[in-house]
């Protein structure tokens, strides 16, 4: 008999972690198939930059709402630890990217972000071990830093049992089942589980 509940996440790395968290926040109960644990994919390999300066506004916009609604108040919004260190962030660049480097800030600042551009004379005096022989300006933002992918995924996925959803390790999902145009279920290592609700968080 295949188990059956509202909603499937497939993947335990940070996406179908934080997945599941929203869902389960949103009343579903969903279970988070791993094939193998939590982590293990990409999210175990990140560096954990948390960073808000992207060429494209639209990377920038996400980055910045994941910095304020989430990782800098991080107990408060999901609970547990995401192991956020703020220790500011440079994007450095040579004097023939300046242009590129200033019309970026200047986007970043429309979207709210605490970003300005500094000479690598400044730079030199924030951090005084950087080596500035490379670049001549940088970008600077003071907010930024790292987190810990893995703390990150566990506390989403604590989060997410704490309001009825399930992790399921060493589960691979072997199979999407649809009928009458519907995705319905799937077949896994560990047999059948039927929703009505499936994400494929499995990774690039
Ligand atoms: C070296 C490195 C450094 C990085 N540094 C940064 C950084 O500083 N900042 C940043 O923001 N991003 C960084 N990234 C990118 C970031 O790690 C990824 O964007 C993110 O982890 C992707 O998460 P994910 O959940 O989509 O994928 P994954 O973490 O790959 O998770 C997918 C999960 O699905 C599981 N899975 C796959 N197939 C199945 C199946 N059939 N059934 C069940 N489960 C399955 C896998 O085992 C895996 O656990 C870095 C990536 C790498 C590799």
Redesign the pocket.
Known sequence: MPQTTNAIV????????SIAFHLAEHGLKPAI??????????????????RMHYDLAAESELTFKSYQQYFSQWKERVGGECGFQQTGFLQIAKREHEAKLRGNVINQQKIGINTSVISAEEAKRLFPDLSTNHFDYAAYEPDSG?AD?TLT?NSFIESAKRLGATLIQN????AIRAAGGKVIGVD?TQGSFDAPIVVN????
């Open positions: 497939i993947g335990a790395g940070v996406m179908g972690a198939l791993e094939r193998k644990v939590t982590a293990s994919g990409a999210t175990g390999y990140s560096s954990g930059l948390v790292y992918a995924t589960c691979e999902v072997t896994t968080a499995a990774g690039a």
